[in-house]
């Protein structure tokens, strides 16, 4: 059985690789499946018992969050997933975690470990190794 950063990173893969070849559906389309799949297979994990007694409030942040931060996020991707090149996409997901810690220590004063800074060196590393030595093309001789 896959652990959880390994399976996050074959579904997240499996998300790019449906979303550049299935071009007959809208970005609205994809996002809207895509997020119904992502509900069916997460669904499984909640601990349902948690949103007991929840605020109006804590509801609208609920609400704005999945659908601002993800649905709204997730369109723009599908929507310009398909134009961009596999290489530009494969390195904007690799920010993801970075901008994610940065931010928790800007707004929220958290301090990461020496394993964590390691990572984001070698995220970085990745990115700028990517971008400066792309994959060669191979020519078929026919």
């Known amino acids: 059985m896959l ?3 390994s399976s996050t990173a074959v579904f997240y893969a499996l998300t790019v690789f449906t979303s550049k070849t299935i071009t007959n559906l809208s970005a609205y389309a994809l996002t809207f499946t895509q997020t119904m799949v992502g509900i069916v297979l997460l669904a499984p994990f909640v601990d349902f018992a948690l949103f007991n007694g929840l605020t109006t409030t804590n509801w609208l942040y609920i ?3 999945g659908f601002i931060h993800t649905g709204f996020v997730f369109y723009l991707f599908f929507d310009s997933v398909r134009e961009l090149p596999t290489l530009i996409v494969s390195v904007l997901t ?5 901008v994610a810690i940065a931010l928790d220590v800007i707004l929220l004063g ?3 470990t ?9 995220i970085f590393g990745g990115i700028i190794y990517s971008l400066y030595n792309p994959p060669q093309r191979v ?4």
């Open 139 to 142: 020519k078929v001789l026919s």
């Open 110 to 112: 958290f301090a990461p």
């Open 3 to 5: 652990s959880g950063g």
């Open 63 to 65: 609400l704005g969050t």
């Open 114 to 122: 020496i394993g964590q800074l390691f990572g984001i060196a070698l």
């Open 94 to 98: 690799f920010v993801d975690p970075v």
